[in-house]
C-alpha cells in the first residue's frame, strides 16, 4: 500500500453539517471526519473517521470532542472508496432524513444533518474524493479546472474554470482522469443534499502554515542573509533569546539550518509557524529596510495570515484577502522569479471560501491533527495486535464516555466565582450601567471567566 496512493503521511477529512428543525433553521455544526496514519505505532495504517460538532462560537474543548464513525486499516481500502465508506454515508444519510430527537425546556425536538463540507490536507481529500492524488497531474485541484502548467504563474481564481455539478458530471462520464482530474465518481454524492464540487474547502494549517509560509521564509531568509542584513546564526540567537511569554513557550520555533533552507522546507510545525510568522517582523524588522522586497513579501504574508486565521471577519474582508493573495504572488513571479507552486493556487480559492463557508479558521485542521496523538497513545499502549482498530475504537469510545458523564468540555461559557445579590438602588449612582441593565436582580462575584477570559474587580488577564 503506497503513502501517495492514501494521502501521504496523514489524510484527514472533515464533514462540516448543518442542523435544522422542522420548525426553524438553526446553528450549524461542524463534523470532522479524520484519517490517522499511525503507521509508525502498528505498521499499517488505521483509518478512523469522527465526527465532532462545534457549537458555540469559540472553539474551545468542545470541538476536542469527537464522535467515532469509523476506524480501520487502510488495506481496507483496496476494495474501493464505496466499499470502505459507504457504512458512513448510510449513517449519515439516516442522521439527514430520520436525524434525532433531543429533549428541550420546550419538548422533544426532531433534529437532521446535513453533511455540508470535507476538509483535510489536500492529498487525502483527493484520495477521498476520487480526484487524482498528484500534483504533478494536468488538472490537480478540487475546485477548478485550471490546467498545471498555468499555476505557475496564476494570482488569482479563474472563475470560468471552477468545477461545478454538470462540468463534474461530464468528467465522471468522460472517464480519463488525465484530462479531468476525476478517476471515479465521488462517493460521498451519495450522502443527502451533498455534492463534492460545493462541499470541499481548504485547510489554512496545511495550505498556509504548512505550505506558503515555508515557501516565503526560506526565500525572505536567503535572500536577506545573501543581502547581509543578518546572518543564519544571529537569526538563530535571536529566535533563541526571544521572550515568547507563557502563551507562545509551547510554541517556540526551534533553530534554522541552511539546508532547510535549501530545501525550501523548514522543520517547523504549524504552531511553531504560526509563532515565527508572528514574532518574525521583531526579530528582524530593525536589521531590513522598508523597500526590501523580502520585507514586502513578509508583511503580505502576515496580513494574509491575518484574515485566514481570524476568528471572525468583516464583510468585505474577501476582497481585501483576494487582493493581498494577488499582491502576494504577483511579488513571487515577478520580483523573485520563481513558478508558484500548487499551494499558491489552492491560496487563490480562499476568498470565495470565505465567502462561502465563513472564516477559515472554523474548518482548519489544527485540532483534529491534534487527535493523532491520544490515538497513537492507546495504540501504544496495548501490546495485542488482534483486530487493533476495534481496541483502538473501545478505549476511545471510554474516554468519550467518561469526557461527557463529566460534562468536561461542556462548561458555560461564562464563570463566574460565589456570587451574592445586590439592592438595586446601589447601581444607581453608575448611570451607564443602570441603562444597560434589563433585570431586576444583580449580583456581585470577585471574579468571572468568559470565553477564556478572567475579569478580576477592575483588571483583566488573559
Ligand atoms: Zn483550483
Known sequence: MSKARFGGRKSLGIFQ??????????????????????????????LCITLSPIFRRSLGQVCKIFFLAALFLSSDRNYGNYETFYPVIGELNFLAKEGIQIKTADGPVQVHF????????????????????????????????????????????????????????????TNNYSETGVKEECVWNRVYSFH??????????HDHLEGVCHFDFCIIIQQCIAKGYFTLNSLNATIICFDYGCHDIGSRPPMIRQEHLDKGKLHFSAAEMMCFTTIFGLLIGDKVPEDEPGWRLYILLKETL???????????????????????????????????????????HYPRLMTQFGPPRHFWCMR?????RPLKQIANATTSRRNLPYTVALKHQLQLNARLMSNKGLESEVKSGPSSELPRHSLNRVRHLNFLLKTDKVFHVPWVEISGLVAVQMGVVP
Request: proline letters at 3%; charged letters at 20%.
Open 17 to 46: 453539517a448543518k442542523q435544522y428543525c422542522p420548525s426553524k433553521y438553526t446553528s450549524m455544526i461542524l463534523n470532522p471526519i479524520m484519517l490517522w496514519d499511525l503507521t509508525r505505532v502498528i505498521t499499517k495504517w488505521v
Open 196 to 205: 463534492v464540487t460545493e462541499g470541499v474547502a481548504g485547510d489554512p494549517m
Open 368 to 372: 483534529y491533527e491534534g487527535k493523532h
Open 306 to 348: 491575518d484574515i485566514v486565521l481570524a476568528p471572525s471577519v468583516l464583510e468585505g474582508s474577501s476582497d481585501l484577502l483576494e487582493a493581498l493573495i494577488r499582491e502576494h504572488h504577483s511579488l513571487l513571479v515577478e520580483q523573485f522569479k520563481v513558478n508558484l507552486k500548487p499551494i499558491h493556487h489552492f491560496s487563490v
Open 114 to 173: 446535513a453533511l455540508a463540507l470535507i476538509l483535510g490536507d489536500n492529498v487525502g481529500i483527493n484520495s477521498l474524493i476520487g480526484m487524482v492524488d498528484s500534483f504533478r497531474a494536468h488538472y490537480f485541484c478540487t475546485g477548478c479546472k485550471e490546467k498545471n502548467e498555468n499555476t505557475i504563474c496564476q494570482i488569482e481564481e479563474n472563475s470560468a474554470l471552477l468545477r461545478n455539478r454538470v462540468n463534474y458530471a461530464e468528467d465522471v462520464r
